[in-house]
T-cell receptor, first 112, second 112 residues
Framework: EAGVAQSPRYKIIEKRQSVAFWCNPI?????LYWYQQILGQGPKLLIQ????????DSQLPKDRFSAERLKGVDSTLKIQPAKLEDSAVYLC??????????FGEGSRLTVL | GNSVTQMEGPVTLSEEAFLTINCTYT??????LFWYVQYPGEGLQLLLK?????DKGSNKGFEATYRKETTSFHLEKGSVQVSDSAVYFC???????????FGKGTKLTVNP
């Protein structure tokens, strides 16, 4: 069974530039999550989708972050414009059962 | 609010030593509790879970018991191996929600 795929694995940008991350969840998983993991901290939920609808985006900084899930499958997370404090690993996960998440390897963002 | 507190790391042990990683939680209602593990270079993966008080989750020789009276979910293993070296995350999911709240993680290094 293929796992959760994310790209790019690494991205370096300057502040005020934009960046986009892509995620392909495990086939058949209705729920998709984007988490932000800052160095030394645990993952923090940014947004949760159920199929292509948003369930929870309460911690998404909506002035600069946006996310969409196309046709209930792939998802894209965008940051525009990026700030220094956005340097983190962005984790995508999918699940078929509550709490049992399958994570991708993450996309590491460095903002200079 | 809901939160998880893990013991500070890093933890360094010799092979075959006994492992305990402490985790306590604050939550309204009756959360489900999880341990996730992140091996070097890999995504987070579910290690074990418990959904109600006094439940014991177990997997790969690891165990954790949901203690409502002490609001704890400590991770234990009787004899660690070098291959157990990883970062361990405690997490909770509030009842009626699919949102996981993670602790900061505890890095474990096992030396031969």
């Amino acid at each position: 069974e293929a796992g959760v795929a994310q790209s790019p694995r690494y991205k370096i940008i300057e502040k005020r530039q934009s960046v986009a991350f892509w995620c392909n969840p495990i086939s058949g998983h209705a729920t998709l999550y984007w988490y932000q993991q800052i160095l030394g901290q645990g993952p923090k939920l940014l947004i949760q989708f159920q199929n292509n609808g948003v369930v929870d985006d309460s911690q998404l900084p909506k002035d600069r972050f946006s996310a969409e899930r196309l046709k209930g499958v792939d998802s894209t997370l965008k940051i525009q414009p990026a700030k220094l404090e956005d340097s983190a690993v962005y984790l995508c996960a999918s699940s078929y059962a509550p709490g049992e998440l399958f994570f991708g390897e993450g996309s590491r963002l460095t903002v200079l | 609010g809901n939160s998880v507190t893990q013991m500070e790391g890093p933890v360094t042990l010799s092979e075959e030593a006994f492992l305990t990683i402490n985790c306590t939680y604050t939550a309204t209602g009756y959360p489900s509790l999880f341990w996730y593990v992140q091996y070097p270079g890999e995504g987070l993966q579910l290690l074990l879970k418990a959904t109600k008080a006094d439940d014991k989750g177990s997997n790969k020789g690891f165990e954790a018991t949901y203690r409502k009276e002490t609001t704890s979910f400590h991770l234990e293993k009787g004899s660690v191996q070098v291959s157990d070296s990883a970062v361990y995350f405690c997490a909770l999911m509030r009842g009626g929600s699919e949102k996981l709240v993670f602790g900061k993680g505890t890095k474990l290094t096992v030396n031969p």
